[in-house]
């Protein structure tokens, strides 16, 4: 009996750290997409759209949540004049977090 309540713990250990890897993947896809969006706003192509989208992903890395990923694309868009307001970025980032786990859920189905 131990056993099957054993198995039943690691099998949802698994589903856990299962479950937060494809969330971490799906944060990092929705943030290179939406560097890749602000850099077509930007008027950049090749691989300076590819370092800000992966600007923008290393962003995500200071702390929890989506604000340092703001500081970081406010202060891009200030700097480069276009405009873009905070509550478009917002709305973007909702849109992309669905856009990032349809993606991330067909590459690992």
Do not use: C, H
Not at 82 to 102: C, P, Q, T
Request: charged share 35%.
């Amino acid at each position: 009996m131990s056993d099957s309540f054993s198995d039943r713990e690691k099998g949802f250990e698994a589903k856990f750290q299962l479950d937060a890897q494809l969330a971490f993947k799906a944060e990092a896809r929705r943030n290179r997409l939406l560097g890749e969006w602000l850099a077509d706003n930007f008027g950049l192509t090749g691989e300076d759209k590819a370092a800000y989208a992966k600007e923008v992903v290393a962003a995500d890395l200071d702390e929890p949540g989506i604000e340092d990923v703001m500081r970081k694309v406010m202060a891009d868009i200030a700097d480069k004049g276009v405009a873009i307001a905070e509550n478009e970025v917002r709305a973007k980032i909702e849109e992309l977090n669905a856009v990032a786990a349809i993606q991330i859920r067909e590459e690992n189905t």
